[in-house]
C-alpha cells in the first residue's frame, strides 16, 4: 500500500464552521466537569486556553499585584478573576483580565463585577499583545472599565487607555519603561515601569 502526504492546513486554510460557544454553554460545559484543571477564558465565542504562565508573565502579574495593593490601599486586587459584560457582549465573552482592582468593602459573593464596578483593570501580555490591545480593549471600552493597563512586555511599555465613551476608550497613553506608573508617585510608592518588566 503506497503511502500519501497528508497536507497540514495553515490556519488561514482551516474551515470557518467552527464552533462558537456562548457563556451558558460553556458553564453547563464546565458544570459537567469537562474542563476541571484548566483555565479558559471565552472571548468572541472562542474559549481560549490560558495556559501556565511563563516566567516574564508570572513575574509582571506577581509585580503589579504587589505595586496595585500599595497604590489602591483600600481597593480590593483580584487576580485572573472573570468580570461581568453587558449585552452583546455578555453572550459570547466572559474576560478574566490579569488583574482588576474593585472598590474597598464591595463584595461579589453572587456574581462577578462589571466592568463598570472596576477602578482598573490590567493584562500582561507577552504573547497577546494584539487581543490585549485589540479585542479587549474594546470589551473593556464597551463595559465602561474607567481606566486599563497592558503591560506589553516585548515593547517594554506600559499602554494606559482612559475615558471609555461610545465603546472606545477616548485618552490613550505610552509610557517608557523611565517613565513612572501612574499613581504611584501618589500613593507614596513611585514606581518606573522598568520595575514591573523582567
Known amino acids: 500500500m503506497a503511502s500519501i502526504a497528508i497536507p497540514v492546513l495553515e490556519w488561514k486554510e482551516v474551515p470557518s464552521q467552527r464552533k462558537k460557544f456562548t457563556r451558558s454553554e460553556l458553564e ?12 479558559l477564558e471565552l472571548l468572541n465565542g472562542d474559549l481560549i486556553d490560558k495556559m501556565g504562565h511563563n516566567p516574564p508573565h508570572a513575574d509582571g502579574i506577581v509585580e503589579l499585584t504587589y505595586l496595585l495593593n ?3 490601599r483600600n481597593g480590593r486586587v483580584r487576580v485572573q478573576v472573570p468580570i461581568e459584560l453587558p449585552e452583546p457582549d455578555a453572550n459570547w465573552n466572559q ?10 468593602g464591595k ?4 456574581g462577578h463585577p462589571a466592568g463598570s464596578d472596576l477602578l482598573l483593570a490590567v493584562e500582561v501580555a507577552d504573547s497577546s499583545v494584539r ?18 493597563w497592558v503591560l506589553d512586555i516585548p515593547s517594554r511599555k506600559l499602554l494606559v487607555y482612559r475615558k471609555p465613551e461610545g465603546g472606545e476608550f477616548q485618552e490613550a497613553v505610552e509610557l517608557s519603561d523611565a517613565e513612572f506608573v501612574p499613581y504611584s508617585s501618589n500613593a507614596g510608592v513611585p514606581s518606573l515601569v522598568r520595575d514591573l518588566l523582567p
Open 131 to 148: 487581543q490585549d490591545t485589540g479585542l479587549k480593549r474594546l470589551l473593556y471600552a464597551r463595559a465602561g472599565v474607567p481606566e486599563y
Open 28 to 39: 453547563r460545559l464546565e458544570a459537567t466537569g469537562l474542563f476541571d484543571g484548566q483555565r
Open 107 to 110: 463584595r461579589y459573593s453572587k
Open 70 to 72: 500599595q497604590i489602591f
Open 95 to 104: 474576560p478574566q483580565p490579569d488583574l482588576a482592582v474593585t472598590p474597598a
